[in-house]
């Protein structure tokens, strides 16, 4: 049986649903490693997956307020992961822009 990422799955699954202008998953748990409350994760896939940084451009975005995107976005996530799986995710840091707002930011 092939394992399939964490990473790998939250990158399949934005794709699918927002059909994203630009998205980069970036896991960044071996920054953490040995922080108290690491100790004893599983390496499911031979790395930790823990802490990640995302940043999705998308038109979905538009005329939404930052909570609204952080809202919409984890409720997408929820249904994207399995709960077990969800609940191993122990920091995300986001950025979750519209395609303009991407534009003025290059």
Do not use: W
Not at 20 to 26: D, G, R, S, T, Y
Not at 27 to 33: A, G, K
Not at 38 to 53: C, D, I, N, S
Not at 70 to 81: A, G, N, P, Q
């Amino acid at each position: 049986m092939i394992k399939v990422s964490l990473q790998d799955r939250i990158v399949q699954g934005l794709r699918d649903i927002y059909t994203p202008l630009f998205l980069e998953v970036v896991n960044d748990s071996e920054q953490h490693r040995g922080h108290k409350g690491m100790e004893g994760r599983k390496m499911a896939v031979g790395k930790l997956e823990t802490h990640f940084t995302i940043t999705l451009v998308c038109d979905a975005f538009r005329n939404l307020t930052r909570i609204q995107r952080h809202r919409h976005f984890y409720d997408i996530l929820s249904k994207i992961l399995e709960k077990k799986t969800y609940s191993e995710i122990h920091a995300l840091s986001l950025r979750l822009v519209s395609p303009e707002e991407f534009e003025r930011n290059l």
